[in-house]
Structure formats: structure tokens, C-alpha cells
């Protein structure tokens, strides 16, 4: 493996080692007790439907198809956890894009002492700024994701498609988790592409690892802060330098 594709690595499994830290747990408990509670809430609203739905059934079916209901069951519990898994983190992303800036910030301090990011927004200030950051990322990467999906259907390319996928993934979970330390210093989305580009086995190498993450049941549930954490620890180590010299020029 390239050193710097281990080194970007490196940064997102860093995260994980800081996750307990006494000045970052608010950060990190609370928009994960926030999506805890509320995909317990759609799974106890799917559950009571699903039950509801098959005591309609049974009242249809034959005596001797009773059985299917101990068979549909297991599927329905299945198909639930799947969802879970691996819709978790997307809606994680969401809902915690107040508290990763914040956590960026937290981090940073840590860091770089006497340094403070340049936007002073509050928690209050946070909510409307993330929420439209991530429609502008969302709207950077769903026209590039969709011929993507179409390689899927052609034969021959769709040999590739698994890794063009993959490639893809890493490179846009970058963008998603370093924008939060470079969204700080007021650093727009395109000079932040601008900027990874230039590193860009690291940058891939850490969307990589953030990917594997989120593929793992129960570290998925895990990977969004320790990402903000690596990610703000690349940024302090690996483009900060860069930045200043940029601004000083």
C-alpha cells in the first residue's frame, strides 16, 4: 500500500482512540443518542404496521398456510436490521451536521491551542449553515453518482462498476467529513476539492477506511464522529500549512 494512502488511512482510525474524551463526549453522544432514538421510533412504528398487516393476512389464509407468518417474520426482522446498518450513517450525517462542525472545532482547539476557527457560529447559528452545506454537497454529488449507477447495466463496464463505486465512495466521504474542520475557516467546497486534489492518495486513502467503517455493523454506528476526528486531524497536520502559506502569500 502507498505510504500515503496508508497515511489517510491512518487519520480516520485515529478518530476512534478520541472518542472518549472527556471535552469531545458531548459532541460525540449526543447526535448518536439522537438517531438511536429515533430509528428506535421507526422501528417501533414499522413493527406495530408489519404486525397490524399480517393479522390481516392470517384472517385470509388457509389453516394449513399458518405457517408462513413464523416465515415472513424472520424476514421482516432481517430486512430491518439491514436497513439499519447501512442507512444509519446517511441519516447520521444529517441530523449531526451541527455537532461535527462543533466537534471539528473542539478538536482543532485541542491541536492547535490559541487557535480559533474563523466562523464563531453557535450551536443555535450551526443548525441552518449545516443543513444547507449538506444540500450543497448533496447537490455536488448525485449528477456525478448517477453514471456511476448506470455503468452498473452495461455489459462488460459493469465488471468495473464495483470499483469505480468504491473509488467514488471514498473520494466523496472525504469531501463529506473535511469539510467540517476547512468549513470552519471559511475554506468554500470547491478550493476544499481543490485542496484534496493535491493529496489525493491520502484523501482517498482515509475515504477508504471511513467506507470500510460503515460497511462494519456496529462500528458503522461509530464512524461518523471518529471521521470528523481524523478528518480535523488531517486538516491540523497535512493542509493547515498549506492554508496559511496560501493566505500569507
Partial sequence: MPAALYKGAS??????????????????????????????????????????????LVQWLPDWLDWLEWLVWPIFALAIILLVFYTFTMIANIIG???????????????????????????????????????????????????????????????????????????????????????????????????LSERRMMTLGFGAAVMVMTLVPGLNFLSMPSAVIGATLMWTEQFRADQDSLDSS
Avoid at 482510525?13 to 438511536?36: K, M, S, T
Fill in 11 to 56: 487519520y480516520a482510525f485515529a478518530g476512534l482512540r478520541h472518542l472518549g474524551d472527556r471535552d469531545l463526549r458531548l459532541f460525540v453522544l449526543a447526535p448518536l443518542l439522537l438517531n438511536i432514538v429515533l430509528f428506535a421510533l421507526a422501528i417501533w412504528w414499522a413493527g406495530s404496521a408489519f404486525e397490524n398487516w399480517m393479522d390481516w
Fill in 97 to 195: 451536521a451541527p455537532f461535527n462542525g462543533l466537534l471539528a472545532e473542539k478538536v482543532e482547539q485541542r491541536q492547535l491551542p490559541g487557535v480559533e476557527p474563523a466562523t464563531g457560529r453557535s450551536m443555535w447559528q450551526e443548525i441552518p449553515y449545516a443543513l444547507v452545506h449538506e444540500v450543497r454537497k448533496w447537490a455536488y454529488i448525485v449528477p456525478r453518482a448517477l453514471p456511476l449507477l448506470v455503468i452498473f447495466l452495461l455489459p462488460g463496464l459493469n465488471a468495473l462498476a464495483p470499483l469505480l463505486w468504491f473509488g467514488f465512495g471514498a473520494w466523496m466521504l472525504a469531501l463529506e467529513y473535511v469539510d467540517y474542520p476547512m468549513g470552519n475557516h471559511g475554506i468554500s467546497f470547491r478550493e476544499q476539492r481543490r485542496m
